[in-house]
C-alpha cells in the first residue's frame, strides 16, 4: 500500500509539475517564492518550508538548496539519540543562480546577486555581488559585472525582429565578436 501510495504522489507531483508550472509547484511544496520568477528545478529537499525566494530571482537546473545537516546522525546524546540542526535559506530579489550550484543550510542570499554555475555557497553572499567558487567567494560588484556585460555581449533591443532562434544566436554571437574588437 505504501509503494502504491508513493506512486500515487510522485505522478501527482510530476502532473502538478507541467500543469501548473515550476514557481506553482514550489508554491506548493512550501517555498515561499516572489514574483516574476524562472525555475527550472522541481526538487525542494527535505524542508522546502524553509526556503524563502525575492522577486525576479532565477534558479538554475541542478541547484540544491540544502536545509539541514544530516552528519548529525554521526553524534549521539547520552540516551543514543542523534541531533539535528536545521537552517533557513533565504534568497533576495533580481538574483540568478548557476547551474548545479549547492546552497547550504542558514545562508543568506542578498539582492542583485549572480552565483556562478557549481559553486557551493556556504556562508552569506552580500547584496550587489557576484560569488563563484567552492566555497563561493565574492568576485565583484553587480555594477561591474552589469558594466561588462553591457560592453561584451548582444541586448534584447540588438536583436528585436528576429524571431528564429537560431538567427538570433548567430547574431548575438555576430555582435559579441564585434564588441571584443571595438
Known amino acids: 500500500m505504501a509503494l502504491i501510495k508513493s506512486v500515487f504522489n510522485t505522478l501527482f507531483d510530476l502532473v502538478y509539475f507541467m500543469a501548473k508550472g515550476s514557481v506553482a509547484y514550489a508554491r ?37 538548496f540544502i536545509t539541514h545537516d544530516g552528519s548529525t546522525c554521526l553524534v549521539k546524546d547520552q540516551h543514543g539519540k542523534r541531533y539535528q540542526r536545521f537552517a533557513p535559506i533565504q534568497v533576495g530579489s533580481h538574483v540568478f543562480i548557476g547551474v548545479n550550484t549547492i546552497v547550504m543550510p542558514g545562508v543568506k542570499i542578498g539582492s542583485n546577486v549572480v552565483i556562478g554555475a557549481g559553486s557551493v555557497v556556504t556562508k552569506d553572499i552580500p547584496d550587489n555581488s557576484v560569488a563563484i567558487g567552492v566555497p563561493a567567494k565574492v568576485v565583484s560588484s553587480f555594477a561591474d559585472y552589469a ?15 528576429i524571431h528564429d532562434y537560431q538567427q538570433r544566436v548567430q547574431r548575438a554571437m555576430a555582435l559579441q565578436a564585434s564588441k571584443s574588437t571595438d
Open 28 to 64: 506548493k511544496k512550501g517555498v515561499s517564492v516572489g514574483e516574476h520568477c524562472r525555475i527550472y528545478i522541481k526538487s525542494w529537499g527535505s524542508e522546502p518550508f524553509l526556503i524563502a525566494i525575492g522577486d525576479h530571482v532565477t534558479v538554475t537546473s541542478g541547484v540544491k
Open 147 to 161: 558594466a561588462k556585460i553591457q560592453a561584451s555581449c548582444a541586448s534584447d533591443s540588438e536583436l528585436a525582429g
